[in-house]
């Protein structure tokens, strides 16, 4: 128990590096982005992000999990640093100069042939945030949270406040004066892609901040060590790119397989539209992302430390059990409060809200089998997750291309759900192969279906919204008690009667 407290407190510190951040983008980028644009325009910016996501797993190619593991394994652990830190510069690096050499291909490629510095600016941010990403695992291996999350709160403050600048200020400056002194910097051609140079500014403050992780390595490669490092990374890159593939494919496919209607006269405009509102209900959803992203932080460093430990099995089979708990309350907490969180997007997007419920359920199987991947890690198995990770990658492939033209966005939330639902079934029955962990299963259960019944329950129950708080506040309250009773008064009776 301990352990488990350990963990918990260890995630909760890291929590602020990674839930004030998004929190505050949540509250004031989001709801700013959805009032202030058109649905085709928040379209591109959440299309262009998906492109992020994916391109930053494949610039740190898993190398801060081969960090972890490698400073546990290692004694010179200064040198895996540098090892990891060169390799993913020098990669960063080239990248950079690939896409300033072929923008205008790739921006053609994408479908936006008129705006080739988007490419530019993407592959900036995600080579500054890929640079930035060992330092932030040196900095979690050295338990040093206050400052990661000092790091992590400027960085989002700095894109917010710039955010609040080009697209508030500067408008109205200009409108009152067409000399302002801020016409040096701004351009009303630009548009939306101020939301990107606001994020470059910010990854380079957040670089300069890093400098002195950056600073204290030795340049110079251990190339027996590299060789090592990058064969244990291989498949983790495998995973990551499959995983991203499952995140964000169903942003891209959209684009390509979203059905249009005969009536519609900007068919550009309607595509992006429904990516926009896509992207902005997924955002809803964004409180199970920051819990798992959160757990992340802290648990992959305590896995491979618990590893030494005589009761892990014991502790991983708690750990996944109070990790579901949590996942659960945050489900019932956003689907029973709705009526609140709704708010937090434009009225025009939420036309989408009906795949909230999918998503959250989505992203709770996706934790979960984060939490079953420790038995590949442990045991240097990292290919299984490759196969795990590229299986669910054609499940969400094929899923999109069938459910999409019939289903629009609504048929990406359900192929998001099975394939991650897929993930955490597989990972488990092969984990129980290769390293058995004792699940409480059956309980684990009990509350999925409870938690599942509840939310039927409380849909059904929706006559007015005075009754609807009601219904909200018990049901929520019935399963908090169900928890304690389970997990608290219950294990306390046992402990009484063996002590007896």
């Given at each position: ?20 951040p ?14 202030l ?7 591109v ?17 898993g190398?801060?999990t081969?960090y972890f ?9 200064d ?21 300033v050499?072929?923008?205008q ?30 330092p932030?695992?040196?900095l ?15 960085n989002?403050?700095?894109?917010i ?6 697209f ?21 051609k ?27 390595i030795?340049?110079?490669?251990d190339?027996?060590?590299?060789k090592?490092?990058?064969s ?29 209607p ?14 926009g509102?896509?992207g ?81 359920l989505?992203?709770l199987?996706?934790?979960?089998s984060f ?7 442990l ?19 094929i ?11 609504t ?49 059904f ?15 929520m309250?019935?399963?908090f ?20």
């Open positions: 128990m301990n352990q488990l407290k350990k963990l918990a407190g260890q995630t909760a510190v890291y929590g602020l590096g990674t839930i004030v998004r929190v505050l983008n949540y509250l004031l980028l989001t709801p700013f982005y959805t009032y644009f058109v649905e085709s325009k928040y379209g910016i959440t299309e262009l992000y998906a492109y992020v996501a994916f391109l930053l797993v494949l610039l740190t190619y190398m801060e081969t593991r490698f400073s546990e394994s290692e004694q010179n652990k040198k895996v640093y540098s090892n990891a830190l060169i390799s993913v510069f020098f990669t960063s690096i080239l990248f950079v100069l690939f896409a050499i072929f923008r291909p790739l921006a053609s490629a994408i479908l936006y042939p008129k705006n080739p510095e988007y490419i530019v600016w993407l592959a900036v941010i995600v080579s500054l945030d890929a640079v930035t990403a060992i932030f695992a040196k979690r291996k050295q338990n040093q949270a206050g400052r990661f999350v000092m790091i992590k709160i400027v989002v403050v700095i894109n406040v710039l955010n609040l600048f080009f508030v200020l500067c408008p109205k400056l200009i409108a009152e004066n067409k000399d302002s002194i801020v016409a040096i910097v701004y351009s009303k630009i548009g939306v892609g101020y939301a990107f140079i606001s994020n470059i500014v910010a990854s380079a403050i957040s670089l300069l901040i890093l400098l002195p992780e950056l600073t204290k030795k340049l110079k490669i190339k027996a060590l590299l090592k490092m990058l244990y990374t291989f498949p983790l890159l495998i995973v990551g790119i499959a995983g991203m593939v499952n995140e964000v494919a169903d942003k891209i496919f959209l684009k390509y397989l979203v059905t249009i005969e009536t519609v006269k900007d068919k550009s405009a309607y595509v992006l539209a429904q990516i509102i896509y902005a209900n997924y955002k809803i959803a964004v409180l199970m992302s920051i819990f798992i992203q959160m757990f992340r932080f802290a648990a992959e460093p305590f896995f491979f430390a618990q590893a030494k430990e005589k009761n892990s099995n014991k502790t991983y089979a708690d750990v996944m059990k109070y990790f579901i708990i949590f996942g659960l309350l945050i489900f019932l907490g956003v689907m029973l409060f709705m009526d609140i969180f709704q708010v937090f997007i434009g009225p025009a997007y939420r036309v989408g809200l009906h795949i909230v419920p999918i998503v959250l989505a992203n199987f996706l934790g979960i939490n079953l991947s420790i038995w590949y890690k045991n240097n198995m990292t290919k299984y997750g490759a196969v795990i990770s590229i299986l669910s990658a054609i499940i969400t492939i899923l999109n291309i069938v459910l999409i033209p019939s289903y629009g966005y048929g990406s939330a359900w192929a998001t759900f099975l394939c991650y639902l897929f993930m955490m079934l597989f990972s488990y029955f092969l984990g129980q192969k290769f390293y058995p962990v004792k699940y409480e299963i059956k309980r684990i259960a009990i509350y999925f279906i409870v938690a599942i019944i509840f939310y039927v329950i409380h849909e129950l929706k006559f007015n919204q005075v009754f609807n708080y009601i219904s909200s506040f018990l049901l309250g019935i399963f008690y169900l928890i304690y009773y389970f997990e608290i008064q219950q294990r306390h009776i046992i402990s009484t009667n063996e002590s007896v």
